[in-house]
């Protein structure tokens, strides 16, 4: 359940498009916090705000922020214009957007009878932090072109949280974020996956779309349990909207958990689980024993999509390049170059597509 604290801003120490983030004193002493400016107001130093301190006390790496729920005498101004699609539906939080693809959206016509992405590629991967790492591949072979990012609501909800799609969409490294089922804040607003990959390439013109959750990963160590099994899903809606769908799999030789050693048991899930129509799933060309394993792993995936071998000479080179820090469960580039190497070949790979 919930656990509130009362607190008081001291100070604010970085503001980035839809986020704010704070110190809060209270009871126990001063602690980090996030607010949304679009829902609850922008909170200044010397306010009080009501806190939701969940995620500190589970000790949460990429939440573990207090949330700040209120800013009580700094209240939002109320929204204006249309907007009827409701997102946090039935929490204290819901709040109305304007879906790309509803009656009132100057998108609606073009999105009305929609029902092709045009062949373009969709590079799909569980983890958000997959999500740079794929632009690095795809900008090292292709630069120039457009890729959006179909955000799915598995981990953060709110787009503001990453941090990396602001600097992203800065650097021009995204033509837009479209936020889809019950994760709200992108550049455009879709109901459903399948209507946010055709709102990418209609509404943004991208040339490429990548689809994860967001920030962000819930796993029980259950082969069912975790919610990166919307990969698979995902691969399912990239192809029945004729779109080419691109595996990214995770890959890690840095993560202590057998389960995630090679190829992630939760690729081979999605993939060979959840995906029912065929893709093309990637395997970089490692070095070495741990390349070979990650080679024979992947082949069990055979059976449904098409195995890929991407090379991946001077990934590491375009990883150093990112324009935000690469990081994955807590270990940088160096850390587990395995899984950054792995996401770039995607990007490659579909920088191949598009010649």
Not at 208 to 230: C, E, I, K, Y
């Amino acid at each position: 359940m919930i656990r509130w604290r009362k607190g008081e801003v001291v100070r604010v120490r970085r503001e980035w498009p839809g986020a704010v983030e704070l110190d809060v004193a209270v009871a126990e002493g001063e602690c980090r916090a996030l607010a949304y400016p679009p829902l609850v107001g922008r909170p200044e130093v010397g306010d009080t705000v009501l806190l939701n301190t969940t995620a500190l006390a589970m000790g949460l790496g990429t939440g573990g922020y207090a949330m700040v729920v209120a800013v009580p005498d700094r209240l939002p101004q109320d929204p204006s214009g249309a907007g009827h699609l409701v997102k946090a539906r039935y929490t204290p939080l819901q709040a109305t957007v304007l879906g790309a693809d509803e009656q009132g959206s100057p998108h609606h016509e073009a999105l009305r009878e929609a029902d092709s992405v045009d062949g373009m590629p969709v590079v799909v991967a569980d983890l958000h932090s997959a999500l740079p790492a794929i632009l690095c591949g795809l900008y090292a072979d292709s630069p120039g072109i457009r890729v959006a990012y179909v955000m799915q609501d598995g981990g953060a909800l709110p787009a503001w949280f990453s941090m990396s799609c602001a600097t992203l969409r800065e650097r021009d490294w995204l033509c837009g974020v479209v936020t889809t089922g019950q994760s709200f804040g992108g550049d455009v607003e879709a109901v459903t996956l399948h209507t946010g990959l055709l709102a990418a390439r209609h509404v943004l013109g991208a040339d490429v779309a990548v689809v994860t959750q967001g920030p962000g990963n819930l796993g029980t160590g259950t082969r069912w349990g975790f919610s990166g099994v919307a990969a698979g899903e995902a691969v399912n809606a990239a192809a029945v909207l004729t779109g080419r769908p691109v595996a990214a799999l995770r890959v890690s030789e840095g993560d202590r958990r057998e389960r995630h050693v090679g190829v992630s048991h939760h690729s081979l899930t999605a993939y060979g689980r959840v995906a029912l129509t065929p893709a093309q799933v990637v395997v970089p060309d490692l070095p070495g024993a741990f390349g070979a394993t990650v080679r024979e792993q992947a082949a069990a995936l055979a059976t449904r999509h098409e195995i890929v071998t991407v090379p991946v000479e001077g990934l590491h080179e375009a990883l150093k390049a990112s324009p935000v820090r690469l990081s994955t469960m807590g270990r940088g580039l160096e850390e587990d170059l395995a899984y950054f190497v792995t996401s770039a070949a995607a990007g490659r790979h579909a920088a191949s597509l598009l010649s």
